[in-house]
């Protein structure tokens, strides 16, 4: 049972790291519309990388927390 409480933990906690990269992203996403707008290519070409690097790290998180999901629903 105690394995159970500790695979759970990890997914919420990596529950929270999903949802606080999922903000930076949108925060950076709105930067990037103003850079745009303001005709800073290069500073919003800089940006977009910053999306792409978390998009990716985002991907890899959820597919820690799915596992962990699933491997709680399958201890239980």
Known sequence: MSR???LDKQSRDLTLMCDDLRMKRN?????IGGLMA???KEEA?????EVQA???KLAATEGREAELKEE???RM
């Open 54 to 56: 978390i998009n990716e």
């Open 4 to 6: 159970i409480i500790e």
């Open 72 to 74: 709680i629903k399958t």
């Open 45 to 49: 070409e800089n940006k977009k990388a």
């Open 27 to 31: 925060a950076i996403s709105k930067e």
């Open 38 to 40: 303001k005709g800073l």
